[in-house]
């Protein structure tokens, strides 16, 4: 697989996201601006690495988010499916958290990439923005 | 599809994936116990005020299109394994909160005899940090699955919660076709939607992608997708469509 240099077209992202929020898609949380220093990620995720590690997962609500894919429609011809700025934004944030992951964890492993997910998910529409602390 | 081997290979392909395809907000339950039954309640309640209910059809249309007709976005309710608790806890709290559950089943564990399911369970990674049932009764039964599939979605997660690579052609073929023989029977229609221990995608295993096909399953979840495999066949359709129409015409009790 041929790598891409880790870059978002900011104006093209910060357009996306005013639309997403009249649009009544995104939650506070992820319509933030994209230009967030490294090292703001990079506490930002031990924070909430920390918090996250106390969950009991086979007794908690663990929010996620899943891409939907159709494997069908290339073989009907059909156009290629629009997509949401929840999509695009989300995918920004997983590559900027992706790298102060790395920085954290060099020897992160694939399967970590769970982890992650559940981490943005859980910033997006988890228990901390229910405010509950229990 | 080759899988991605290092964790800065699998952020870039995902990445790009969630960048290049709809994106749908999921919940994972697992044991739901009586005692925390005021936090997911609050949880639920919360997710009400942002979040509308997805079933299978409206899944389908999201996943193909990209529309989505409802003012608020979607998010799919899962309940995995098919604990007891998620009939008595969670469900009753899923509905007040107008939302549509997705009971991801293991059918083995429902029709393990009572006395055995205790044990089961530890045997099968399916996780009981709470002992709440004297009776010894922690799986749904086919009763209650039939109660709960008037409303809610009932989807498969194999007939014994193992990882399928590791497993040879008979047993895999069990698990996969045999399970989805098992919701025939006692659901009277087969299930649509599967997903296997660990979630791994559809693609990265070849024998297991046949016997999900010949299983006739339609959508795949794994870890970071849904993944449409087939399209419905026509009988699947019209019974799907038959009950939406009786629950609309009921003035929608879904909420």
């Known amino acids: ?134 | 599809m080759n899988r991605p081997s290092t964790f800065g290979e699998r952020v870039i392909e995902l990445s790009e994936s969630f960048a290049t395809h709809p994106l749908i907000r999921a919940v994972n339950f697992h044991s739901t116990s009586r005692a925390q039954v005021e936090r997911y309640d609050r949880q639920l309640e919360h997710y009400s005020r942002s979040f509308s209910a997805v079933n299978e059809d409206e899944l389908q249309e999201y996943l193909v299109t990209g529309n989505w007709r409802k003012s608020k976005p979607g998010l799919i309710v899962s309940v995995f394994e098919g604990y007891r608790n998620s009939y008595e806890v969670l469900t009753p709290l899923i509905e007040k909160h107008g939302f549509v559950g997705w009971y991801w089943v293991i059918t083995g564990f429902i029709n393990t005899p009572i006395p055995d399911q205790l044990t089961y369970a530890e045997h099968h990674d399916i996780d009981m940090l709470t002992h709440d049932y004297p009776d010894g009764r922690y799986a749904l039964t086919w009763d209650e699955l039939r109660q709960l599939g008037k409303k809610h979605v009932i989807a498969c997660h194999t007939r014994s919660h193992t990882l399928l690579s590791g497993l040879d052609v008979a047993t895999r073929r069990e698990e996969v076709i045999g399970s989805q023989e098992e919701f025939k029977k006692h659901l009277g229609h087969p299930a649509r939607s599967f997903v296997s221990l660990t979630g791994p995608a559809y693609g990265e295993d070849a024998n297991t992608d046949d016997l999900i096909h010949a299983a006739g399953f339609e959508f795949v979840f794994s870890n970071f997708r849904i993944q449409k495999i087939a399209s419905p066949p026509k009988a699947a359709v019209s019974q799907t469509a038959s009950i939406t129409s009786a629950l609309t015409s009921n003035g929608d009790p879904l909420r």
């Open chain 1, 1 to 134: 697989m041929k790598k891409r240099p880790l870059m978002i077209n900011r104006r093209k992202t910060l357009l996306a996201m005013i639309g997403a929020w009249g649009a009544g898609l995104l939650s506070p949380a992820l319509a933030r601006l994209p230009d967030t220093p490294a090292d703001t990620v990079e506490k930002a995720l031990r924070e909430d690495l920390t918090r996250l590690g106390e969950r009991a997962y086979s007794e908690e609500g663990i929010p996620v988010f899943l891409a939907c894919v159709d494997l069908v429609a290339p073989k009907n011809g059909r156009a290629i499916v629009p997509t949401s700025a929840l999509s695009r934004t989300v995918a920004s944030d997983l590559r900027k958290n992706g790298e102060a992951w790395l920085r954290i964890y060099p020897k992160a492993s694939d399967g970590d990439v769970s982890k992650l997910i559940e981490l943005l998910a859980e910033r997006d529409f988890g228990r901390s923005r229910t405010g509950d602390k229990s």
